[in-house]
Structures are given as C-alpha cells and as structure tokens.
C-alpha cells in the first residue's frame, strides 16, 4: 500500500530532551516536507526538500533540523525541545511535478 | 512572502452548494492547492489549480483567477461526511515552499 508512515504518532517529552520523529514513503516521492499544526493557524511549512541532500527552510524552521540522506525518509529533529514546540506534526511527500501532497497520519508532541 | 485568507466557519443543510473562497498574496506564485482534513485525521488532496479557470472532481470544483489573486473551492450536493476543515495552499515559484490558509470549518446540518 503506497502510504507515509510517521514514528512516533504520540509523544510527551521534557523540555531539553533530544528527539527524532521519522516520516518514510514508499512512493518513491522526490519531494517530501514536515509542517506543524496549531489551532487556528492552519498548517505551517517546516522545512522540505526537493530531493536527496537538498533541503530547505520553510515559514517555521527555527529549534527543527532535518536530513535527506535517503529519498524514502526524511526525519525531523528536535535537538533541544520547547513547549513551544507542542504540537501536531506531518509529514508529506509527492513526485517533484505532482500536485497532490500525501500526508502521513501526523505525531502528536507534547513537550513539558 | 506569502498570506492567505479564508472564511473561518461555513453552515450549510445537506445537498446545498457551499462556496469558500480564498485570496492569497504572494511574492512568487505557482499554483494553489486545496485539501480536505476531517478531524484527528491527515489533510487529503482535493483539487489544485495553476492556471485560471474552473476545475471540477465530481462533487468538487476549484476556481482560480491569478490576476484577482483569488480563488475558490465549490461543494456541491453537500452530504453529512462533508464536514470537514478546508485549506488552501499556494506555493511559491519554486514549487516547495507552500503557505496553508487558517482553514474553513464547514458544518453540514441535516
């Protein structure tokens, strides 16, 4: 089944605490991109990356990192989380000219 | 860079028409998407135009005009599943950075 696949879906963290969610496609997909959602600010773009050792900040990328060393994953790290950094998270991806965007289901993080 | 804007919330009865309009300024534009996101789940492509004029998927048509900086998702025969959040997205030339509207909350009432 051609899908995005996000690890962990839920996690509660501490402040100051490294962590890595992992997103993976299976769609062979060039692009791939992490976004955060808050309420009523809809989605907001991360960082993306246009294909294999190319990435690029989005709108948000200040406290995140991420690295394509592999077109099938493409990780997001928090080196040092914040609560400000609550929230919920997703992972996309899509060939380089496609239109359509195919999500993962999301990761759910709390930091205390 | 780049600000979109969308209603917040729309009502409307089964099988009604329901019309969310977005308008968008950018400094670069290539196309504008739309995505359907029920709650808990994972936003859903639903229709993308980069050229002006109207495209329809069955029960969904999107409408662009990149002179008005403006366009438009169209939910027609409204069902119940219906109910859902709706973004519009646009990108930026390049085709990867993309900026997501607020969302609009629509509510189908029997």
């Known amino acids: 089944e051609a899908q995005v696949t996000q690890n962990p879906r839920y996690l509660i963290t501490v402040t100051g605490k490294k962590l890595t969610v992992t997103c993976s496609q299976n769609m062979n997909h060039e692009y791939m991109s992490w976004y955060r959602q808050d309420p009523g600010l809809g989605l907001r773009q991360i960082y993306y990356?246009?294909?294999?050792?190319?990435?690029d900040k989005g709108d948000v990328p200040e406290g995140y990192k991420v690295s394509r060393k592999e077109k099938r994953n493409f990780p997001l790290i928090l080196e040092s989380p914040s609560p400000n950094q609550t929230s919920l998270y997703f992972c996309?991806?899509?060939?380089?000219?496609?239109?359509?965007?195919?999500f993962g289901p999301g990761t759910r993080l709390t930091v205390l | 860079g780049q600000s979109l804007e969308q209603p917040s919330e729309v009502t409307a009865v089964e099988g009604a028409i329901v019309q969310i309009n977005c308008t968008y300024q950018t400094s670069g534009f290539y196309g504008l998407s739309w995505y359907q996101q029920h709650d808990g789940g994972a936003p859903t492509f639903l229709s993308y135009n980069a050229l002006d004029g109207l495209e329809e998927t069955g029960r969904f048509s999107s409408f662009l005009s990149r002179s008005d900086s403006y366009g438009y998702l169209l939910l027609q025969e409204l069902q119940m599943k219906d109910s859902a959040s709706y973004f519009c997205?646009?990108?930026?030339?390049?085709?990867?950075?993309?900026?997501f509207g607020a969302g609009t909350q629509v509510v189908v009432t029997p």
């Open positions: 990356s246009m294909n294999v050792e190319v990435t």
């Open positions: 997205a646009v990108s930026d030339d390049s085709w990867g950075k993309f900026q």
């Open positions: 996309a991806s899509r060939l380089t000219n496609g239109d359509t965007q195919y």
